[in-house]
């Protein structure tokens, strides 16, 4: 589950992904959603990996937000959590030699 929460992270949040299952487990699965205007915007303007908009397709997907507990019993939710950050507080160009 870490793998998917890194995945949803790198390629389809806009946000940081923290997985809080405890599953440390490989697990195979399919996840099929329809994307809203939040997912997948490093990919905008490219031929990444979008997928169409629901618009009136009553057979489209549901949303992420769904889809997760619909067909994989597990949710996706906002909160705070810790995580592992980078700070970069000074940078200056080096001295010539």
């Given at each position: 589950?870490t ?7 790198g ?10 299952t ?16 939040s ?30 507990p ?6 996706i ?21």
């Amino acid at each position: 589950m870490t793998d998917f929460a890194h995945g949803m992270q790198g390629a389809v949040m806009d946000k940081p992904v923290v997985d809080h299952t405890g599953l440390t487990d490989r697990y195979n699965f399919r996840l099929k959603w329809t994307p809203d205007d939040s997912q997948f915007a490093q990919f905008r303007g490219t031929n990444g990996p979008l997928q169409p908009p629901a618009g009136d397709n009553p057979n489209a997907p549901p949303s992420l937000y769904t889809a997760m507990p619909e067909q994989l019993g597990l949710k996706i939710e906002a909160g705070k959590a810790m995580d592992d950050v980078i700070v970069i507080d000074h940078v200056e160009k080096p001295s010539p030699n």
